[in-house]
């Protein structure tokens, strides 16, 4: 499987209201559903691309969150 580099793999909500959760994680690039709504949408969608090193960074991303809440897959 590709990999790319990873900044960064939280990101706020818009709505949170409206979705049920705070904060949405995205642990790979692109996708082959092609969703409307989709930010994946933009970057070459057929290929797949699993972002390097993406569970420690996701350790340190939610340590240093202040506020508590629900993380929905991306």
């Given at each position: 499987m590709e990999?790319?580099?990873a900044k960064h793999l939280l990101q706020k909500t818009r709505s949170p209201a409206r979705?049920?959760?705070?904060y949405n994680r995205d642990l790979?690039?692109?996708?082959?559903?092609?969703c409307i709504h989709c930010d994946s949408r933009?970057?070459?969608?057929?290929?797949v691309r699993a972002k390097e090193n993406?569970?420690?960074l996701l350790r340190?991303?939610?340590a240093?969150?202040?506020?508590?809440?629900?993380?929905?897959?991306?």
């Open positions: 990999t790319v580099p979705l049920g959760t705070e790979y690039r692109g996708c082959c559903h092609d933009s970057d070459d969608c057929d290929r993406a569970i420690p340190q991303e939610l240093a969150k202040r506020r508590t809440g629900v993380v929905s897959p991306g």
